[in-house]
C-alpha cells in the first residue's frame, strides 16, 4: 500500500490531469552521502553547511522510526522518494486545469484570483503586484534592520547568524524526522528581529506570496533579540496543491530578554480523498526557547488539513519569568489521524505556561493530544494550566488524550483539566427551528467551540480559519 | 393557517399522537392543556419536524403546503416559530451572531439581501426592550448560564426578532416566577396581530391569565378530546383532568 502511495506521489504525472512539458531538474530517487552533497552542491551551499547536513544524514541512519505516536503509518520507503526536485514539474498553464473543486474551495474561502494562481502551482507572471509589494515590505524592514528572508539566501548573506542559532533548539539528533530535514532541508524561512525592534507588520503577506513550493523539507528559524517583538504567520488557510507525500519541517525560535514572539499556523495540506487515499503526511518538529528573562513565545495553531499528522510545537523556558502559551485546534474528518500537543519545558524561575487544545473529530478519524509539562528541578515556582477539549462528530470517529507531567520541584502548581463532548441532535434541531441549515448549524456550533482559539490568531487569518473549520466539516453530520 | 387532520406520530415505535385534528386561523390563539404525557410536546415536535419522531399517518398543512415535505429549517423559514420547553446551550456561539445568522438565513430563504448591521443593531435593541432582555444576556454564548427564567425570556426574544406567521410557546410558562410570566406574556401579546397565530402549550392555566386564548383544547392520549373557549380552561383549573379522562372513557 505504501508503496504504491510513495509510487502515485514521486512519479505521477498526471494528479490534477496535466501534461509536463517544462524541463526538469530531479536526481534520482534514494538518498545517500553522495545525494546529500549534491542538494548541498545545487544550492551553492558553503562547506560548513554541507558538513552540517552529512553530519545529520550519518545520525539519521542510526535512528528509528518513532513509534510511541497514536498513529497507522504505512511504511514509507525512504530510498523511493526523490529528495531534490525542481518545485513545479508539473505546474498547470492556467486555472482551466486546476482540479474544479480545488477551485470551488478557494472560491468558498475568498482566495484572490492571483493568489489562487500561486497556490494551485502556475507559473505566476513575475510582474504581477505581489512582487513590488514584497520588494516595498523588503525595503520597509531593512531600514528598521530586519532581517526576512529564505534560508538559503540567509545561508549566503547572513553565515555567521545562521551558524550561531541554527539547530541550537532542534539539534539534529533531535528525532528521525528532525535528523531527515536536517540533512536534506530543501529552503525555508529566516527572520531575525534587531534589538528593540518591534516589527510593524505580520510577517504573513510576503511569506503567502513567497512560501508556495519551498518544497517538502522546510526550516524555519526565527530570532528574536532583546525587547524584540514579531508575529510570524506560517501557511495556508487554501488547500495545498503539492506533488510531495511526505512533509518533515523544523521551526526553530530563539527569544531572547524580554523578546516576544508569537508564531500563527493555518495547516491545510491536502488530506486525502474521503476513503482514505492519498494525502499528506507532516512530521514536523517546532520548537521555541525563551532563552532570556522575560521572553514570551506563543504557538497558535489550526490544524485542518493532512492524512497525517505528528506535531507537537513546544517551548523551553529557560529564561526567569519567562513564559509560554500553545493554542490548538486540531480537526481532523474522514481518514485523517493527528496526534498534536505540546511540550512546556520548565528550567527558569517563575516560569508559567498555559496550555489550551481543542480536538475535533469527525468521521472514521483519530485526534490524539499529547502534552508534556515538565518542571525542572531549579525552576522555582513554576506554573501551568493544561486544557484539552475534545468534540465528536459522530460515533466512528477517536479523540484521546494523553497528558504526560514531571514535575521535579515542589513549589510547581501543575493543573489539567479535560472535556469529552458531542454535538447534540438537541443543539442541531435547536439551530434547525431558527432556520438554520445542519451544516450551517454545525459550522457555528464547532467555531464556537474553536472560539477560545481562533481568537488568537491575527485578524486576516481569523476569518478564513473560521470558513476553513466549516468546509473540513462539510457533510460530516446528518 | 395550520390545518392538522388525523395526525399519528410516534417516537422510537411508540405511538403518542393518535389521530389528532386542529385548525388554526391567522390573528387566533389557541391553547393547549393537558395531563403530563398526553402528547402535547409531542405535538410541537411534530409541526416544527423534529427528526426524532416519526408521523405514521394523517397530514399537516401550513399556508397550504406540506409541512411533512419540508426539513425543520424550512418550516422555520416559512414562519413556524417554537419556543422550546428546555433551550439548549450553544457554548461559544454569541446570541448576537446566532440572531443575525438566524435573521439572514430566513431573509436569504425569502430572496432578500442580508441585513445590514444598522438595522439589525437597531431591531435588536427594540426587541430587547419588548421582554425587558438585559444586554448582559445577549454578548453571552447562547443559553449558556443562563438561568431558567432567563432562558424563556431569551426564547420570546428570539421570537420578536423572527416575527413568525405562527408561534409555538411549549410550556412558557415552566420555572418562571411571576414577574417573569408577565414580562413574557406581555411580550407575547404586544406581537400578536391579525395576521399571526399563536399556539400555547401549557399545563396551568396561570399563563392563561395573562395570555388570554381564543381556544382551549384538552389533548388527552393523543387526541383532542375536548375544546371550548377560554372558560374551560377556567374549568380544568378548578376540577383537574380527572372528569375528562371519565368523559372519554365512556
Known sequence: MSDTIIHEVTQSEYKYGFTTDIETEVIPVGLNE?????????????????????????????????????????EIDYQSISYFAAPRKNAPQSLDEVDPELLATFNKLGIPLEEQKALSGIAVDAVMDSVSVKTTFKETLAEMGII???FSEAVEHHPDLVKKYMGTVVPHTDNFYAALNSAVFSDGSFVYIPKGVRCPMEL????RINAVNTGQFERTLIVAEEDSYVSYLEGCTAPQRDENQLHAAIVEIVAMKNADVKYST????????????????????????????NSHISWTQVETGSAITWKYPS??????????????????????????????????????????????????SQNSYRGLVRVGANAENARNFSQCDSLLLGDKCGAHTFPYMEV??????????????????????????????????????????????????????????????????????? | MLEIKNLHASINGKEILKGLNLSVQPGEIHAIMGPNGS???????????????????????????????????????????????????????????????????????????????????????????????????TNRSVNEGFSGGEKKRNEIFQMAMLEPKLAILDETDSGLDIDALRIVANGVNKLKSPENATIVITHYQRLLEYIIPDYVHVLYDGKIVKSGGKDLAMELEARGYDWIKQEVAV
Request: proline share 4%.
Open chain 1, 148 to 150: 526576512f528572508c529564505s
Open chain 2, 39 to 137: 402528547g402535547k410536546s409531542t405535538l410541537s415536535s411534530v409541526i416544527t419536524g423534529n427528526p426524532a419522531f416519526e408521523v405514521t399517518q394523517g397530514s399537516i398543512i401550513f399556508e397550504g403546503k406540506d409541512l411533512q415535505e419540508m426539513a425543520p429549517e424550512e418550516r422555520a423559514n416559512e414562519g413556524i416559530f417554537l419556543s422550546f420547553q428546555y433551550p439548549v446551550e450553544i457554548p461559544g456561539v454569541s446570541m448576537v451572531n446566532f440572531m443575525r445568522t438566524a435573521i439572514n438565513e430566513q431573509r436569504k430563504y425569502r430572496e432578500l439581501p442580508p441585513i445590514s448591521a444598522t438595522d439589525f443593531l437597531r431591531i435588536m435593541r427594540e426587541k430587547k426592550a419588548l421582554v425587558e432582555m438585559d444586554n448582559k444576556l
Open chain 1, 34 to 74: 553522495n545525494v546529500v552533497r549534491i542538494i548541498s552542491a545545487k544550492k551553492n551551499e558553503p562547506e560548513w553547511m554541507l558538513d552540517f547536513r552529512l553530519k545529520a544524514y550519518r545520525h539519521w541512519l542510526t535512528m528509528k522510526i518513532p513509534t510511541w505516536a497514536h498513529l497507522k503509518i504505512p
Open chain 1, 204 to 207: 504573513s503577506t510576503y511569506f
Open chain 1, 408 to 478: 521535579n520541584n515542589e513549589s510547581a502548581i501543575v493543573e489539567h483539566e479535560a472535556t469529552t463532548s458531542k454535538i447534540s441532535e438537541d443543539q442541531i434541531f435547536y439551530c434547525n427551528q431558527r432556520g438554520i441549515s445542519t451544516e450551517d448549524a454545525v459550522g457555528l456550533i464547532v467555531n464556537g467551540y474553536a472560539k477560545e482559539v481562533v481568537d488568537k490568531l491575527p485578524m486576516e487569518f481569523a476569518v478564513e480559519a473560521q470558513k476553513l473549520l466549516q468546509i473540513t466539516l462539510e457533510g460530516s453530520v446528518g
Open chain 1, 315 to 364: 517551548c523551553i523556558l529557560q529564561g526567569d519569568n519567562s513564559s509560554a502559551e500553545f493554542y490548538s485546534v486540531a480537526v481532523t474528518n474522514h481518514h485523517q489521524q493527528a496526534d498534536t500537543g505540546t511540550k512546556m519545558i520548565h528550567l527558569g524561575k517563575n516560569t508559567s505556561s498555559h496550555i489550551l487544545s481543542k480536538g475535533i473529530s469527525a468521521g472514521v
Open chain 1, 266 to 293: 493555518v495547516q491545510n495540506w491536502y488530506p486525502g480523498d474521503k476513503e482514505g487515499k492519498g494525502g499528506i503526511y507532516n512530521f514536523v518538529t517546532k520548537r521555541g526557547i525563551c532563552k532570556g528573562e
